[in-house]
């Protein structure tokens, strides 16, 4: 059972350019989240999804973009990147029945 | 403003005593919480939870507490093992909290040493 599975798992940019993170998980959970993790902080969250086609700002939205096709899957867009988007990106899923999150692997990012 | 805290960036611990790691929260309409532990290069790790309706929750050697009165929580590990060093989240959620979001501390980093 693979869970949440993030990809890639790393990855350099160069300010300005664009990407798409990951995030696919196999165990039709509705809530979807992303979250990224500064050294020493905590998790903040980017945007969240409670099912297809629904999403929603979490606290640090700014910069990014999300979509939510499917269930299984929930990409992160950056679309000019930033030296201040450099951080560890991670994909959570939970059921509608209730908490916790499981969280797949992270992706770790560097801005150039 | 920082909703939740984990004011030890760090413990460290002989193996085989009991760990104590704290966590404080501010927002009184939080009413589940959990402890997150995390291993370096791998996700977050669902370790144990806690409702405001009970002020004690017990798995195995890991055991929360709840205070409400205090908004504070603390998770005990007894006995430690050298594999219980890893970075451990406190995170909090409430029942009218758009999308059950999690609002997570900083993090301590627990060293068990053999």
């Known amino acids: 059972n693979a869970g949440v599975t993030q990809t890639p798992k790393f990855r350099i940019l160069k300010i300005g350019q664009s990407m798409t993170l990951q995030c696919a998980q196999d165990?039709?959970?509705?809530?979807m989240y992303w979250y990224r993790q500064d050294p020493g902080m905590g998790l903040k969250l980017i945007y969240y999804?409670?099912?297809?086609?629904?999403?929603d700002k979490g606290e640090v939205p700014n910069g990014y973009n999300v979509s939510r096709s499917t269930t299984e899957d929930f990409p992160l867009r950056l679309e000019l990147a930033a030296p201040s988007q450099t951080s560890v990106y991670f994909c959570?899923?939970?059921?509608?029945?209730?908490?916790?999150?499981?969280f797949g692997d992270g992706t770790r990012l560097s801005i150039l | 403003d920082q909703q939740v805290k984990q004011n030890s960036p760090s413990l460290s611990v002989q193996e085989g005593r009991i760990s104590i790691l704290n966590c404080d929260y501010t927002?009184?309409?939080?009413?589940?919480f959990l402890w997150y532990k995390k291993y370096p290069a791998e996700g977050p790790t669902f370790l144990i939870s806690?409702?405001?309706?009970?002020d004690k929750n017990e798995d195995g050697r890991f055991t929360v507490f709840l205070n409400k009165s205090a908004k504070h929580l603390s998770l005990h590990i007894v006995p430690s093992q050298p594999g219980d060093s890893a970075v451990y989240f406190c995170?909090?959620?409430?029942?009218?909290?758009?999308?059950?979001?999690?609002?997570f501390g900083e993090g301590t980093q627990l060293t068990v040493n053999p």
């Open positions: 995170a909090a959620s409430g029942w009218e909290t758009s999308g059950s979001r999690l609002t």
């Open positions: 959570a899923s939970r059921s509608r029945g209730g908490q916790p999150q499981h």
């Open positions: 165990m039709n959970h509705n809530y």
């Open positions: 806690i409702s405001s309706i009970k």
């Open positions: 999804s409670v099912g297809a086609g629904i999403t």
């Open positions: 927002n009184s309409m939080f009413d589940y």
